[in-house]
């Protein structure tokens, strides 16, 4: 049952990077996926949020709220693909919240340890401190092959890139313990739903992409 959930997993993997390919290679299937993904990540926030909140008026603004950002978010990735400087700054902090969550997985999973947070009990700090050095050495390794320069900016924005990711992840994996349930949907066999794989990405890119404005 474990190895039969491993593969799956793999296998979604493998997809999900042809598919971020994809989407770097055509703008069609850029905007497709946008639209679906926006939608189905709209649709289990909706069911997570009127699991947890009961007052109307307080339900219709966290969803409104969620919405318009995820619209947003949307909007503004399909801009900035279109410019090839942004485009490229765009998937390196892609790739470097990917990971994050990578590091984090394979790091907690080897080395254990301590428990980062009662929010998500998987969570451990060992892997906290994996994603960390992964989207350090991606991050680093993206930026000093597209133009050649390192130094200690870069390594600032990977870290603050990384830690907003996990706090992406952790905000979700609290809304999840809320709601009662494992995860957000089964869109992505072996990963759970969409918010499940998007969840540090909504945070670590916005967040990733300001400390360059910032710094750079």
Request: net charge positive.
């Given at each position: 049952m474990i190895f039969r959930d491993y593969k799956k997993r793999l296998i979604t993997s493998f997809f999900l990077f042809f598919l971020i390919y994809l989407i770097i290679k055509f703008d069609a299937?850029?905007?497709?996926?946008?639209?679906?993904?926006?939608?189905?990540?709209?649709?289990?926030?909706?069911?997570?949020?009127?699991?947890?909140?009961k007052k109307k008026l307080f339900l219709i603004i966290v969803n409104f709220s969620f919405i318009f950002y995820i619209a947003f978010f949307c909007i503004t990735f399909f801009?900035?693909?279109?410019?090839?400087?942004?485009?490229?700054?765009?998937?390196?902090?892609?790739?470097?919240?990917?990971?994050?969550?990578?590091?984090?997985?394979?790091?907690?999973?080897?080395?254990?340890?301590?428990?980062?947070?009662?929010?998500s009990p998987n969570k451990t700090v060992s892997g906290s401190l994996g994603s960390l050095i992964f989207t350090i050495m991606i991050f680093a390794i993206l930026i000093f092959y597209f133009t050649g320069n390192f130094n200690f900016t870069i390594i600032i924005i990977a870290v603050m890139t990384s830690i907003f990711c996990q706090i992406g992840d952790l905000f979700f994996s609290f809304l999840k313990r809320k709601a009662a349930i494992k995860d957000t949907g089964n869109f992505f066999p072996g990963h759970g739903g969409v918010l499940d794989r998007i969840d540090g990405i909504l945070l670590g890119i916005p967040i990733g992409y300001t400390t360059l404005a910032f710094l750079l």
């Open positions: 299937i850029l905007v497709y996926s946008l639209i679906v993904l926006g939608v189905v990540s709209i649709v289990e926030f909706l069911h997570i949020s009127n699991k947890i909140f801009i900035f693909s279109s410019f090839f400087e942004l485009k490229i700054i765009l998937y390196t902090l892609l790739f470097s919240c990917a990971a994050s969550d990578i590091g984090g997985y394979i790091t907690g999973k080897f080395f254990k340890g301590p428990k980062l947070t009662k929010v």
